[in-house]
C-alpha cells in the first residue's frame, strides 16, 4: 500500500524543492507522481505532461516521477529538457490535464523541485499542502496501468514564438546569456529564426553552472553579459534563470533594466493594443511603474509578491500583463498569461526594433528615483507575519498612508517603504524609494524605528542605491 511522508522543508507555497541527497529523493519524485496522478484522475483527466532542466539530478527524479504518474494510471508526454515555459506552453498545445517540471530553478547546483499547473491553472500554496496530507494518508486512486510517450514539442514552442515577433527586418545586434540553464537550446533554435546579429554566451546545457549562477536579478551575475554587450557593440542584452521562466535586461550602455523598468517598456506597447487594460506588478515595484502605466492610459494593480499569485491575478482580472520585480513577466496579450522569458525577450526586441531610439535613451527618459535594494533579513517563522501586522497597526492608528496588499507598504511625501514576510523563508523583506536620497535617508529611519518597536534590528543597507 502506498503511503508517503515529505520532508516538511520541501512543501513550498509555489512549488516543491529541496536539496538533494538530504530533503529531496527520488522517492519523492515517485509520490508526486502518484499523488499528483490521483489528483488529476479525480478530476476527470488522465493526461500529464512532463518536463525537466538541465541539473545533474534531473535525469534521476524525472523517470521516478513519470512511473508514479503511470501508477495513476496517467497518459504521460515527456518533453525532455528544455525551460519551464516550454512544459507550460505544451500544456495547452497537448490539451495536458496537469503539467509537472522538474527544476530547481535559480537555486544552487544541488537543489532541485517540482513545479506544477492543473489544468490551466497554478498549483500552489493549498493545493501543495494537500498533496503533502494525501501522501502521508496513502489518499490516493488504486494502482492502475499509465503509459508514456516522448513528444518533441521545442520546434513548435519557437516557432509559436516567433509568430509574435514584429520587429520587422530590422537587424538588431543582441547578445544572450542562458546562465548554462535549461534555456540555452531554445535560445541557439531562437536566434536561428530571429533578424540581426546575435551571440550566445553560456549557452551550453551544465547543470554545475560553470560561468556563473543562473540569477539575473543579481548584480554580479551580469558582469561577462554587461562586457559582451560593450565588445559587441550590441543593441541590448538578455539574461535568462536556470528554468527561463525569470528574464535580465541590460540596455546597449550596459545598464540593467531592473523588472520594474522592463515592465513600463513593455506596457506601454502592449496598452496601444488594449487601451485601459489592467497592469499587474507586485508590491515591491517602483512607484514609477504605476504612475507610467497610468500615464500611458492603463489601470495599474498592485498585488501580492509571488508568480503563482500573479498568474491567479491575470485570470480573475483580465490583465493583458503583469510582472513581478525578480523578472517574471506573465503575457496573456497573444500569449498564454503565464512567466516566460523567452516570450518577453521576442516581445522585447520587437519594441527596441521599431523604436526610434536606443534602449539606453528609453530607460534614462523614464523619472528617475534612489531606493535600496531588496532587503532580506532573517525573523522567526512564527514572528515575520506578527511583526507585519504590528507595524501595520501602529501605522494605521497614527493616520498613515498603507497599503496592505501584501504586507505594508507606506507612501509618503518622500516616497514609499515596504515590509513583507517572505512566503518560502524565514525572513522579513523590505524595500524603500525616494525621489531624493535625503527623502531615502528619512524612509530608511522611519523603517528602523518599526522594527525596533517590534524588537528587530535594523537591517543592512549595504549595497543600497542599486537606483533607478
Known amino acids: 500500500m502506498f503511503r ?11 512549488d516543491i524543492r529541496g536539496i538533494v541527497g538530504k530533503t529531496l529523493s527520488d522517492d519523492d519524485a515517485f509520490a508526486i507522481g502518484r499523488v499528483f496522478g490521483s489528483i488529476v484522475a479525480r478530476a476527470g483527466g488522465r493526461v500529464v505532461a512532463v518536463g525537466r532542466d538541465g541539473r545533474l539530478s534531473s535525469p534521476e527524479l524525472e523517470p ?22 516550454m512544459l507550460y506552453y ?32 497554478p498549483f500552489f500554496g493549498k493545493d501543495i499542502q494537500e498533496l503533502g496530507r494525501m501522501a502521508a494518508a496513502g489518499d490516493v486512486v488504486p494502482e492502475a496501468q499509465g503509459s508514456e510517450r516522448s513528444v518533441d514539442i521545442a520546434a513548435d514552442y519557437v516557432a509559436r514564438m516567433m509568430q509574435d515577433y514584429d520587429g520587422g527586418d530590422r537587424a538588431l545586434t543582441v547578445v544572450w546569456d542562458p546562465g548554462n ?29 560553470p560561468a556563473h549562477h543562473p540569477d539575473p536579478t543579481v548584480a554580479k551575475n551580469l558582469v561577462q553579459i554587461i562586457a559582451e554587450v560593450a565588445k559587441q557593440g550590441a543593441d541590448l542584452g538578455i539574461a535568462l534563470d536556470g528554468d527561463a521562466d525569470r528574464i535580465g535586461v541590460v540596455d546597449n550602455e550596459g545598464n540593467i533594466l531592473f523588472g520594474d523598468q522592463l515592465l513600463v517598456v513593455l506596457a506601454r506597447d502592449v496598452l496601444k493594443a488594449h487601451p485601459g487594460g489592467t497592469i499587474i506588478a507586485d508590491v515591491k515595484a517602483s512607484q514609477v511603474l504605476f504612475d507610467e502605466v497610468a500615464k500611458a492610459g492603463g489601470t495599474p494593480l498592485m498585488w501580492k509578491t509571488g508568480h503563482s499569485l500573479i498568474k491567479a491575478k491575470m485570470a480573475e482580472t483580465g490583465a493583458p500583463l503583469a510582472g513581478e520585480m525578480s523578472g517574471h513577466i506573465f503575457f ?26 536606443d ?30 501586522e504590528e507595524v501595520r ?43 531624493s536620497e535625503a527623502g531615502l535617508e ?27
Open 359 to 388: 534602449l539606453s535613451s528609453i530607460r534614462a527618459a523614464m523619472p528617475q528615483v534612489t531606493n535600496t535594494p531588496e532587503l532580506r533579513f532573517d525573523c522567526a517563522e512564527d514572528r515575520k507575519f506578527a511583526v507585519v
Open 4 to 14: 508517503h511522508d515529505f520532508d516538511a522543508t520541501t512543501l513550498r507555497e509555489y
Open 442 to 468: 528619512r524612509l530608511k529611519a522611519s523603517l528602523v524605528r518599526q522594527l525596533e518597536a517590534s524588537g528587530l534590528q535594523a537591517p543592512d543597507f549595504s549595497g543600497e542605491n542599486a537606483g533607478h
Open 181 to 209: 540553464g535549461s534555456g540555452g537550446d531554445i535560445v541557439q533554435r531562437l536566434v536561428e529564426r530571429l533578424p540581426g546579429r546575435h551571440t550566445v554566451i553560456n549557452g551550453t546545457i551544465d547543470g554545475t553552472f
Open 332 to 357: 496573456a496579450d497573444k500569449w498564454y498569461g503565464f512567466d516566460d522569458a523567452l516570450y518577453s525577450a521576442v516581445r522585447l526586441l520587437g519594441i527596441v526594433a521599431r523604436a526610434d531610439t
Open 64 to 85: 521516478r516521477l513519470v512511473a508514479g504518474l503511470m501508477a495513476s494510471g496517467m497518459e504521460v508526454l515527456r518533453v525532455g529538457c528544455g525551460p519551464t515555459p
Open 393 to 435: 497597526a501602529r501605522l494605521a492608528s497614527a493616520g498613515a498612508q498603507v497599503s496592505a496588499v501584501d504586507g505594508v507598504r507606506v507612501q509618503t511625501a518622500d516616497g514609499w517603504w515596504l515590509l513583507r514576510a517572505s512566503n518560502t523563508q524565514a525572513v522579513l523583506v523590505a524595500r524603500c524609494e525616494a525621489s
Open 90 to 121: 505544451a500544456a495547452y498545445a497537448l490539451q495536458a490535464d496537469g503539467a509537472i517540471m522538474v527544476t530547481g530553478s535559480h537555486n544552487p547546483p544541488d537543489y532541485n523541485g517540482f513545479k506544477s499547473m492543473l489544468g490551466k491553472k
